[in-house]
């Protein structure tokens, strides 16, 4: 059973930092790897989706890796800004059937 | 482009009484189309998901029924709602399984 922990759970930083959200997931038999932005009572956005072909995907400040072998993946912020405060959510989809999520970090970045 | 539509954005039932949530994509077609619970401070968790007309996959027993009368659209029903049944419900849908997945914006159910 696939499972996807996601660390830290919360982090605070001061605007303009740049910063690292971490995903794990135990079974690398992974199609995809998608990263979301869930604002507070809202659905989820799309940030970027990596193929279990892919390396990395590049979206203005947002650049997410994925390492199969290891069963990680990493979202890097740059420049971070009080905009960005929301809460990251991984997603990783085997060939078909359903996807798993992580329980997400929620971010702050302070004035 | 596509877009995604789920109401109501907001409900409040009392226990016992049924309940209806719709989704609706626009601007494709055949899609996989996925409800999904989210309890506070969590992922979430998928309920039910479908890859056409009429086929419905349920991922966890509950108290909650899934429906697809057409191409395009996506019913979650109860016929009876418990408390532990509140929660904020996310539609999303995909163009295939292991695709890029979209979601609506959610309605947040509270079950009194």
């Known amino acids: 059973k696939q499972e996807v922990t996601q660390i830290p759970a919360a982090l605070s930083v001061p605007e303009g930092e740049n910063l690292v959200l971490n995903c794990s997931f135990t079974d690398s038999a992974i199609y995809n790897l998608q990263w979301f932005r869930q604002d507070p009572g809202k659905g989820l956005t799309s940030l970027l989706l990596?193929?279990?072909?892919?390396r990395e995907q590049t979206s203005g400040r947002l650049n997410a890796s994925l390492d199969k072998s290891s069963g990680r993946s990493t979202l890097y912020i740059a420049a971070s800004q009080p905009g960005d405060s929301a809460t990251y959510l991984c997603a990783v989809s085997p060939n078909a059937g359903k996807s798993t999520f992580g329980d997400g970090t929620t971010l702050t970045v302070k004035p | 482009s596509q877009t995604i539509h789920q109401w109501p954005a907001t409900l409040v039932q009392p226990v016992g009484s049924p309940l209806s949530l719709e989704c609706t994509v626009e601007g494709t077609s055949n899609p996989n189309l996925y409800w999904y619970r989210q309890a506070a401070g969590r992922g979430l968790q998928l309920l039910f998901y479908s890859v056409g007309i009429g086929q419905i996959s349920s991922e966890v027993p509950q108290n909650l029924s899934a429906s697809r009368p057409q191409d395009r659209q996506f019913i979650l029903s109860s016929k009876k709602l418990l408390l532990s049944d509140s929660g904020f419900y996310l539609c999303?849908?995909?163009?295939?399984?292991?695709?890029?997945?979209?979601f609506g914006q959610g309605t947040r159910l509270t079950v009194v």
């Open positions: 990596i193929q279990s072909s892919q």
């Open positions: 999303a849908w995909a163009r295939d399984s292991g695709t890029e997945a979209f």
